[in-house]
């Protein structure tokens, strides 16, 4: 054996390393794609409550739209999430812009105010929400929903740096040439910060697409339940009904979240990555 063969050999370690870094890849991905799997299958395999033999078809993803209105609670969770995204964004970018490019007394302590809401769960703000809400009259109503999820601690700190690393002289420059704040803002910064902002519409979709807490207090007519908390009403009295049923209908919820993933995760990655270069 020549010595650029024993040199390019791998070791009985190395190999020993390799091994137990794809177990360990196929014990994750099992872990996480089996219950999907599990939730597929068993959706598709309903069991006939007289003879208690399952049978392959998708005459549980049927009795979805026949025992609840799927369409409705479906629009609602479209109008919610994609009104909340695009508040936040526009929030997001708004309150991240000034933190980053304007001085005035008091910033870093209002800034360290919002970021500390952040360590606040919302399950001790939720009462003075609700409150808030009623006493606006807007309860139950899907406003309710909307307004109290406009701001978001975490889209104000990751818009804030993003303005931070852009250079100050392209707003400089603007303002010689007579823009006024908003449209070095609309025109300057704001397109510039379309990969911070893909970060914070696709995390509001997501987060706020699959709420149940929120939903379940401010809520209470069925005209006004947003998906997953519509859901539950397939479970039936005291959790008397089909297992494939419900299971059909979280297979069904999954698919606009699949198709945000799916054609967001190019945006969000290169949000993620962006500056990563310098």
Do not use: C
Request: proline letters at 7%; hydrophobic letters at 55%.
């Amino acid at each position: 054996m020549s010595v650029i063969e024993q040199v390019h050999r791998p070791s009985p370690w190395m190999r020993i390393g390799s091994v137990s870094k794809y177990l360990v890849l196929l014990v994750a991905a099992f872990l996480t794609l089996g219950p999907v799997v599990w939730t597929a299958i068993t959706a598709l395999t309903p069991t006939d409550p007289a003879t208690q033999t399952s049978q392959f078809g998708f005459a549980a993803f049927a009795d979805v739209f026949v025992q609840v209105p799927f369409w409705l609670f479906t629009w609602n969770s479209a109008l919610v999430t994609l009104l909340i995204a695009a508040g936040q964004m526009l929030s997001a970018a708004m309150a991240g812009y000034v933190f980053a490019r304007f001085d005035f007394k008091g910033k870093n302590l209002l800034f360290a105010l919002v970021l500390a809401t952040m360590m606040v769960p919302m399950q001790v703000t939720i009462v003075p929400v609700f409150m808030l809400v009623r006493g606006m009259g807007l309860a139950d109503t899907l406003l309710a929903l909307i307004i109290p999820a406009l701001p978001t601690a975490f889209g104000t700190f990751l818009m804030r740096q993003y303005f931070m690393g852009m250079p100050p002289e392209l707003g400089e420059a603007a303002e010689i040439d007579g823009a006024g704040p908003w449209k070095v803002f609309f025109s300057i910064y704001l397109p510039l910060s379309a990969p911070g902002l893909a970060i914070v519409g696709i995390l509001a979709f997501n987060y706020h697409w699959n709420e149940f807490f929120r939903p379940l207090i401010m809520t209470i007519s069925e005209e006004n339940f947003t998906l997953p908390l519509g859901l539950v009403s397939l479970q039936g009295n005291l959790g008397s009904g089909s297992v494939s049923t419900v299971l059909a209908g979280v297979i069904l919820s999954m698919i606009p979240a699949i198709f945000v993933f799916i054609f967001g995760q190019r945006p969000l990655r290169e949000g993620l990555t962006a500056g990563s270069g310098k």
